[in-house]
T-cell receptor, first 108, second 112 residues
Framework: DAKTTQPNSMESNEEEPVHLPCNHS???????IHWYRQLPSQGPEYVIH???SNVNNRMASLAIAEDRKSSTLILHRATLRDAAVYYC?????????FGEGTQLTVNP | DAGITQSPRHKVTETGTPVTLRCHQT?????MYWYRQDPGHGLRLIHY???????DKGEVSDGYSVSRSKTEDFLLTLESATSSQTSVYFC???????????FGPGTRLTVT
């Protein structure tokens, strides 16, 4: 079964960059890497996804290792509103398998 | 925000009773998903649908059934609820496989 692993928690200071890592030990060549985040009592929110190349959007950047066994979500300037649980995930066919999530704390 | 609603938002039921959760979308997306979220287990896929009347199992499908008779509605049924099915249930939609998923607000189900 697909499996992703993430650190349980990370801490950052406001307006500093944050690099959230994820390992994709069982990823195959056609599996996409997705990242979502979740605030308390809300549904997960899509952040970014990609296959092989690094990706940028208005929320974040996604760096994917050349062997695709790891990815890093980059928040360029953390704000207090970025405090959330961040989930990396990977597709397998039509299914997404989520990691346990990283609780990001942003200090003012 | 993607147009996804879930009903009910909260439900308490007794062991052995049937329960149906509804997910409704206004985006005309092809794929719809049901997940459950539990402490220590993250989000786990129960069932998904890739079109009207086309469904498939996820990793935790035992004890659950689904139906999709219209593009906009995806129903999750617990035929005989058990305490182990106490959880928060999220519906999600996506335009196609491998595309980003958009999640609903969730349904908190408690089985006593």
């Amino acid at each position: 079964d697909a499996k992703t692993t993430q650190p349980n928690s990370m801490e950052s200071n406001e307006e500093e960059p944050v690099h959230l890592p994820c390992n994709h030990s069982t990823i195959s060549g056609t599996d996409y890497i997705h990242w979502y985040r979740q605030l308390p009592s809300q549904g997960p929110e899509y952040v970014i996804h990609g296959l092989t190349s690094n990706v940028n959007n208005r929320m974040a950047s996604l760096a994917i290792a050349e062997d695709r066994k790891s990815s890093t979500l980059i928040l360029h300037r953390a704000t207090l509103r970025d405090a959330a649980v961040y989930y990396c995930s990977q597709t397998s066919g039509s299914r997404l398998t989520f990691g346990e999530g990283t609780q990001l704390t942003v200090n003012p | 925000d993607a147009g996804i609603t879930q009903s009910p938002r909260h439900k308490v039921t007794e062991t052995g009773t049937p329960v149906t959760l509804r997910c409704h979308q206004t985006e005309n997306h092809r794929y719809m998903y049901w997940y459950r979220q539990d402490p220590g287990h993250g989000l786990r896929l129960i069932h998904y649908s890739y079109g009207v009347k086309d469904t498939d199992k996820g990793e935790v499908s035992d004890g659950y059934s689904v139906s999709r008779s219209k593009t906009e509605d995806f129903l999750l049924t617990l035929e005989s609820a058990t305490s182990s099915q106490t959880s928060v249930y999220f519906c999600a939609i996506s335009e196609d496989r491998d595309y980003e998923q958009y999640f609903g607000p969730g349904t908190r189900l408690t089985v006593t």
